[in-house]
């Protein structure tokens, strides 16, 4: 009989954990609603205690998110399960995750009890969990470290209590896989009531093994596997989804008799998305989400897959949705091709949005001779993103090069009404964003800035990515162009307009 491997997602609490990776309630709802599509079992919003905003995005995210279990982390303390309950009450299907470390060097130097109290404190949190949620997820911290007979007895009793999930993490992600796959045997093995239980791992990327431990487990029989899309989290990462499922079902003859419910066309948008609200860019040579997965550059392997595309493609590009670089739309493409091919890419829009869309496209196929998929998304993004534009760009002049003082002069439009400004900089992005702050009176920190070509070739649109401070609030914000200067204008552009709105909705202004 076929096993299902549950997926656990926590993108949006450990992936979210990351340096640099803060969402905003409506970002994290707005993936929380992709997960779904992806079809993940389970996903973890967040750690309701640590803030009154990760309190209000998991409450949201479990009233207005159907078809996954909704998770939230506590620790092993009443007031920590309270906020996971009060936070979690809307949902239909609610799990508690509560964790406690058990390795010696936790126990001795951050929580300073001996393994008695430890075992007390776990059955405890986990009983007052099963008052609120039939549903509860133990997890001993840095299990991989922990003492093996100690673990064991951890784990007896937390079943005993009503654990009905033991999660098994590699937090420092210090093990190895064989050893990872040894420790799970040894569990199953050696815990008298396991089969009580799921056991999930979750694994940490420090050494670069997080999938390849997470795998080791799932063939040693865990039957839950935490992951986060692109493989985002604390300091190195956790375990990528996309690796994990891609391996499940690219090697069945290795992982016999097991499935898992990801829709894997779903995942190379689910990685776009994650990537362009966190500001991570996801690396070229990523596995099955990176730029360069599916590009075969040597002469030898291009001939072998036009003869026979199996012979270097281990996963065809369309199973990720992905659909390659292929010519998709060119200039005299009209409304209804862009909504089929649209339509295709899994992007329902509706008629303004088409209609934005269209003109973006029209205008980008003025520039560009091809107009490819990746094109195509990064329009769409544009359009979906319900953030109206309070000032917009409609002209740019710039100037610069070697021994030239850099300037840029912008007009920007607000409320029918035209406004110009020049200023030099140390370059011409900061002049532009120079001028813009002149023109706004809006002060942003520019914290991060990047920029990359989305397809290949001299008229490639180019995306850039920023990260501005305004006020105490850290905000992401993309935009693209065959201009890079103009896409550089448009990110910090929308990163203001972003704050504005937001501003607005909290009525703290009229725009
Ligand atoms: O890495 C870890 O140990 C964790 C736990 C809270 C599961 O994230
Ligand atoms: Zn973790």
């Given amino acids: ?66 078809g996954a279990t909704i998770c939230g982390l506590a620790r092993s303390l009443n007031k920590d399960i309270e906020a996971a309950a009060n936070a979690l009450k809307p949902a239909k299907r609610k799990r508690i995750h509560v964790f406690l470390a058990t390795s010696k060097i936790h126990m001795k130097y951050k929580l300073k009890k001996a393994e008695s109290e430890i075992l007390k404190i776990a059955e405890s949190a986990v009983k007052y969990a099963r008052k609120f949620s039939a549903d509860v997820q133990f997890s001993p911290e840095d299990a991989s470290r922990t003492e093996r007979d100690f673990l064991y ?100 003859d290795h992982f016999e008799n097991i499935y898992t419910d990801i829709n894997t066309k779903e995942i190379y948008k689910t990685s776009r998305l994650v990537s362009k609200l966190t500001g991570f860019v996801v690396a070229p040579n990523k596995a099955i989400v990176g730029g360069n997965a599916f590009r075969h550059e040597s002469g030898i392997h291009q001939d072998g897959v036009l003869k026979k595309r199996q012979t270097y493609e281990i996963i065809s590009p369309e199973d990720v949705g992905f659909y390659g670089e292929g010519l ?103 002049a532009c964003y120079k001028a813009i702050e002149k023109i706004t ?31 105490q609030e850290e905000i992401v914000a993309r935009a693209a162009s065959t201009d890079i200067i103009e896409a550089s204008a448009k990110a910090y552009l929308k990163g203001i307009n972003m704050v504005l709105f937001k501003a607005k909705k909290a009525k703290l202004i009229r725009l």
């Fill in 1 to 66: 009989m076929s096993k299902k491997i549950v997926i656990f997602d926590t993108t949006l609490r450990d992936g979210e954990q990351a340096p640099g990776a803060s969402l905003s309630a409506q970002e994290k709802l707005e993936v929380a609603h992709q997960l779904v599509r992806l079809g993940v079992d389970v996903i973890e919003a967040g750690f309701p205690i640590s803030s009154l905003g990760d309190f209000d995005s998991v409450e949201q995210i479990a009233r207005k998110v159907k």
């Fill in 153 to 252: 007895r951890v784990i007896e009793r937390v079943i005993k209590a009503g654990a009905t999930t033991v999660n098994i993490p590699d937090t420092v992600g210090f093990a190895q896989p064989d050893e990872f796959g040894g420790l799970i045997q040894a569990i199953i093995n050696n815990v008298p009531n396991v089969n009580k239980a799921v056991i999930a791992v979750h694994c940490h990327n420090d050494l670069g093994l997080a999938v390849a431990n997470s795998l080791a487990a799932i063939h040693s029989g865990a039957g839950q596997v935490e992951c986060t899309i692109n493989g985002i989290g604390e300091r190195a990462g956790n375990a990528a989804l996309e690796e994990i499922v891609l391996s499940m079902r690219t090697r069945k």
């Fill in 328 to 430: 998709v739309l060119g200039k005299h493409s009209g409304r209804h091709a862009l909504s089929q091919r649209l339509e295709q890419i899994g992007f329902k829009l509706n008629k303004v949005q088409l209609q934005n869309a269209f003109i973006r496209f029209k205008e980008l196929a003025d520039k560009k001779k091809e107009v490819f998929e990746e094109d195509l998304m990064s329009i769409v993004e544009e359009q979906m993103k319900d953030v109206p534009e309070v000032w917009s760009l409609v002209g740019l002049d710039f100037c610069g090069g070697i021994g030239v003082e850099p300037k840029a002069t912008l007009w920007l439009k607000k409320s029918e009404k035209i406004f110009k400004k020049t200023s030099s900089g140390d370059g011409p992005v900061d």
């Fill in 441 to 471: 009176g809006i002060k942003a920190k520019l914290l991060d800035y990047s920029i990359q070509a989305i397809t290949r070739g001299k008229d490639a649109l180019g995306e850039v990515n920023v990260k501005l401070k305004i006020n």
